[in-house]
């Protein structure tokens, strides 16, 4: 009886797998490891002292993934597994749409031979588009300016196209804000390949020494100090979200979206601050132009989750960069 973890050796899914092991859940992890290392599943391993399958095999691979459904006793499905880099997915949109849009058909069309109908997809706030108002609800009108927002778009309308030919699926669609911060015993983090295309990562480095200055992108939207404002969220946090809502679908039927954030914006500035509280560390920044794509605020309405499943962030912005910092410290350069 083991939760699925596709894309387990990632940032979030390694998080997910502590927490699930640390809840009495067993597990299985599949990845191809395309965006990440071994070492973190090794991690995992040695921070919980419990050992499980892991299985390094693409969802394109369906005959493998096949294999792992016969052989193991799956109950549900935790679908991390995806590219995620917005600017990447424009160059590369047929990788895109072929890695996430065909690697989920192949997964839920596995599942439902198995008759594994029990599914936690990770989406985002991407879907929002360019939002008229904040906090954004889960009603708000949906869209997307690139290929990788529009691969989540097409994954919920087909998880909720699947709902409507056979309704004993049981779906939570995820829209995940900003993960930040790491476990707290700097054991596992956030690894990016090559440059960061994200904040948090790109200001560890700068702290640590191995970037010259941290390029704040823009700083004349409408918002306190000019700079963009996000729902910075702790993957630790985020993930028991995850946990919480495996639990609803156990007890609840039908297919539901929920947004996973803080209900918290905090900007570009705010978060060096913090973060120099932290690390005692200078971060050189040069304002520069606005990111192309780029949004001015995004944070969450986070009503939904907190009465339907029971959950609410708890973690600071303050131990959020802590954690990151952390990992930064021990782990240099990463796995
Ligand atoms: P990540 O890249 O660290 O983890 C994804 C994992 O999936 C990687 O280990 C990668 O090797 C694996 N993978 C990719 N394609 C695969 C395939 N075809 N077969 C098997 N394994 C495959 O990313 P993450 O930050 O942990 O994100 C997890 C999920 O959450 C992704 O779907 C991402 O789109 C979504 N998400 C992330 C963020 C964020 O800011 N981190 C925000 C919103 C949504
Ligand atoms: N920023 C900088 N400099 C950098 C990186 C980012 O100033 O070097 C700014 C951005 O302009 C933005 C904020 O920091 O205002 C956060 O940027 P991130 O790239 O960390 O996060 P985004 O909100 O742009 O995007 C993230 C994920 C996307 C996802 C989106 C919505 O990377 O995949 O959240 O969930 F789609």
Redesign the pocket.
């Known amino acids: 009886m083991s939760i699925l973890i ?10 997910a797998a502590v927490e699930l092991l640390k809840d009495g859940y067993e597990i299985v992890v ?7 290392k071994i070492e ?1 599943v090794n991690r995992v391993k040695e921070l919980t002292g419990t050992e499980f399958p892991f299985f390094d ?5 369906i005959q493998s993934l096949d294999e792992i459904f016969l052989k193991e006793k799956i109950t549900a499905v935790m ?6 880099a917005v600017g990447e997915s424009v160059e590369l949109p047929l990788l895109y749409y072929n ?2 849009v065909t ?1 989920t058909l192949n997964l839920i069309e596995v599942m439902k031979k198995y008759d594994v109908k029990n599914l936690v ?6 879907v929002y588009g360019n939002p008229n108002q904040v906090p954004i609800s889960e009603s708000f009108p949906l869209s997307a300016t690139n290929p ?1 927002g529009k ?2 778009l097409m994954i919920e309308e087909i998880l909720q196209d699947l709902y409507v030919s056979d309704d004993s699926w049981r779906i939570s669609i995820l ?6 911060g790491a476990h707290e015993s700097g054991r596992i983090g ?3 390949l090559g440059t960061p295309n ?1 904040l948090m990562p790109y200001i560890t480095q700068v702290a640590i020494g191995n970037r010259e200055e941290l390029q704040v992108f823009g700083d004349d939207y409408n918002t306190e100090d000019g700079t963009g404002v996000r729902d910075y969220i702790h ?1 630790v946090d985020l993930v028991k979200g995850h946990i919480k809502a495996l639990s609803y679908l156990e007890e609840n039927e039908g297919i539901e979206t929920f947004n996973l954030g803080t209900g918290t914006g905090y900007s570009v500035l705010d978060l060096v601050n913090n973060f120099k509280e932290v690390s005692k560390k200078d971060i050189p920044y040069k304002v520069v132009d606005k990111r192309p794509g780029d949004i001015g605020i995004c944070y969450a309405d986070t009503e939904k989750a907190e009465k339907l499943l029971g959950w609410q962030a708890e973690k600071t912005l303050l131990q959020m960069c802590q954690d990151s910092w952390k990992w930064q410290v021990e782990n240099p350069e990463g796995y």
Not at 6 to 15: D, K, N, V
Not at 30 to 36: E, G, I, V
Not at 121 to 126: L, R
């Open positions: 596709t894309g387990g050796a990632g940032f979030i899914g390694s998080h599949l990845d191809n490891l395309s965006n990440s973190s095999i693409d969802l394109l691979d679908h991390f597994a995806g590219l995620k890695n996430n690697g997809f990770s989406s985002s706030a991407t990788y691969t989540k829209r995940y804000f900003n993960p930040v956030e690894n990016p994200n993957v």
